[in-house]
């Protein structure tokens, strides 16, 4: 059997595809499809979550053991029929460190291979995906620390050396016991 898993972007625009995959196939190989079927680049750290009916975590896959002891569990042992029981059934995807990609993963229909069909494919694809990961917040993240840095930091330097100063300040007159400790050796004798 065929499993036919819709993906969509985490975007305020509609982003997603339909890709085909085998049952029998791992979450590996769906991770490929999905970085053919999105264009994405690299070999960037990516992690599946499988979630419940409710939408909560029941538990993360990730690409590469990163346990202590080397036996936890990555893409390449868990089959789609594992993650997906049922149509409807919803797992979240995630790819990259820096820019983090988000994914909802849901397997949408249940069909019959074709003969000679390489899979996973992407059978449909809808919207264009944007160069850079969008950001949660809708805007660009660079622009909004750039005012915040240009408005609540303008007088930094003068405002630490005024700290500085006031702190570190010499007086003549005040003597705070500094090297008072010194002792020359040839002197005590």
Known sequence: MVYKIRVILDSKDSIFRDIEIKEKQTLWNL?????????????????FTLLDEEGIEVKSVPLEDMSDDGDGEIMSDVYLMEAFQKVGDKIQFQYGLIELWEFFCELVEIIDEKPAVNYPITVFRFGNV??????????????????????????????????????FATDDEEDDGYGDDFVDEEDED
């Open 31 to 47: 991770h490929l499809g999905i970085k053919s079927a999105f264009s994405l680049q690299g070999d960037d750290l990516s992690m």
């Open 130 to 167: 944007p160069l850079k990961a969008p950001s949660k917040s809708g805007g660009s993240s660079k622009a909004a620390s750039a005012v915040f840095i240009d408005d609540d930091f303008v007088n930094l330097d003068s405002d630490f050396k005024d700290d500085f100063d006031d702190e």
